[in-house]
T-cell receptor, first 112, second 112 residues
Framework: QKEVEQNSGPLSVPEGAIASLNCTYS??????FFWYRQYSGKSPELIMS????GDKEDGRFTAQLNKASQYVSLLIRDSQPSDSATYLC????????????FGAGTRLTVKP | DVKVTQSSRYLVKRTGEKVFLECVQD?????MFWYRQDPGLGLRLIYF???????EKGDIPEGYSVSREKKERFSLILESASTNQTSMYLC???????????FGAGTRLSVL
C-alpha cells in the first residue's frame, strides 16, 4: 500500500462545475496536509494547507480533512480551464518534520 | 517571493557520465531537498540537507550523492549515470521549523 494514494485520473469536468480531488494516507500520526498544483512541465506550487479536521476555504478552493478516516480532499468550485493541471497531495509525518510524502497526483482537465 | 533556481531545465547525458545538478535558493532557508518525479510514482525523496555540510539519505539515495558547501546551494551528483536515472529532478527548500516547501522549476534529465 502506498503511503499517500490518489486516483491518477484523468478527471474531466466541464467549466463551472465542482472538481473533487481525493487523497488517502496510511500514517495515522500525520498532522500536516498540503495540496500542490503542477502545470505540465512546471514545478509544484502550494495552493492549500490544512492541519485540523474540517474544512478550510480559500477563494474557489476548499480543503477537507478527516483524520479518523485518513482522508483529505480538495474541492474546486466554478472550475476554469486554467485549473487544468496535476494536483499533488502531500502529507507530513508528525515525528519527522523533514519527511514529506507525496501522492502520485491526479490530473484534472476542465473543458470549456 | 521565494526563488529556487535549478541550473538546467533539460540535460542529455551518456551512460557512465558524472552529472551535476545545481540548485540555489535565495531565502536563507536551512533545509533543502532533492526529489525525482516519475509518472505514476509521484515525488520520491533522494536526499535532504538540514543545513550547511549536513545531509541525510531519503528513500532512494542509491546512485546519487549530494553536496552542501554553502547554505544557498545544494548539488545533486550522479556518480555514473544510468538509463534508469532518466527522470524529472526537483529541488525544494524550506525554512527550518516550517512545513511548506518551495520548488524549483525542475531539470528533465535524459540518460542515453
Amino acid at each position: 500500500q502506498k503511503e499517500v494514494e490518489q486516483n491518477s485520473g484523468p478527471l474531466s469536468v466541464p467549466e463551472g462545475a465542482i472538481a473533487s480531488l481525493n487523497c488517502t494516507y496510511s500514517d495515522r500520526g500525520s498532522q500536516s496536509f498540503f495540496w500542490y498544483r503542477q502545470y505540465s512541465g512546471k514545478s509544484p506550487e502550494l495552493i492549500m494547507s490544512i492541519y485540523s479536521n474540517g474544512d478550510k476555504e480559500d477563494g474557489r478552493f476548499t480543503a477537507q480533512l478527516n483524520k479518523a478516516s485518513q482522508y483529505v480532499s480538495l474541492l474546486i468550485r466554478d472550475s476554469q480551464p486554467s485549473d487544468s493541471a496535476t494536483y499533488l497531495c502531500a502529507v507530513n509525518r508528525a515525528d519527522d518534520n523533514n519527511d514529506m510524502r507525496f501522492g502520485a497526483g491526479t490530473r484534472l482537465t476542465v473543458k470549456p | 517571493d521565494v526563488k529556487v533556481t535549478q541550473s538546467s531545465r533539460y540535460l542529455v547525458k551518456r551512460t557512465g557520465e558524472k552529472v551535476f545538478l545545481e540548485c540555489v535558493q535565495d531565502m536563507d532557508h536551512e533545509n533543502m531537498f532533492w526529489y525525482r518525479q516519475d509518472p505514476g510514482l509521484g515525488l520520491r525523496l533522494i536526499y535532504f540537507s538540514y543545513d550547511v555540510k549536513m545531509k541525510e539519505k531519503g528513500d532512494i539515495p542509491e546512485g546519487y550523492s549530494v553536496s552542501r558547501e554553502k547554505k544557498e546551494r545544494f548539488s545533486l551528483i550522479l556518480e555514473s549515470a544510468s538509463t534508469n536515472q532518466t527522470s524529472m529532478y526537483l529541488c525544494a527548500s524550506r525554512r527550518q521549523g516550517q512545513n511548506i516547501q518551495y520548488f524549483g522549476a525542475g531539470t528533465r534529465l535524459s540518460v542515453l
